[in-house]
């Protein structure tokens, strides 16, 4: 997807305590640097990704597996979480029920930062 930029992969991820997750490509405001998905997270956070040793592609599958499953406060997403990662999943779209990766980021610079 990181060549073609655009469109999803559906089921691409599988954690057994929530499921299948997809993975779209996504957007990103230039100016605001707010979006969602994987051009969102390669563009604003991929430096930071890159700077702990890891490539977008592999750190998000490590962090999906291996994280620390909770629910944001509103229970809209789910939070997927060690010491330094963090990988948040959309749980709905457009009303529909699909899970999806909304964002993923280095939080060791700021561990304690809001759990939405």
Known sequence: ???????ECTKALFR???????IV????????????????????????????GFEIEDFIP???QFGELSLTKTGEEYLLESNYFRVVIERKAFGFDKQW???AFDI????HQNKQ
């Open 1 to 7: 997807m990181l060549k073609v930029q655009k469109g």
């Open 16 to 22: 057994e305590d929530i499921g299948y997750i997809d």
């Open 25 to 52: 490509w996504g957007e990103n405001e230039p100016e605001t640097n707010r979006g969602f998905g994987l051009k969102h997270i390669y563009e604003k956070h991929g430096n930071s990704i890159k700077a702990l």
């Open 62 to 64: 490590i962090v999906v």
């Open 101 to 103: 990766i909304l964002t």
């Open 108 to 111: 060791s610079k700021n561990p």
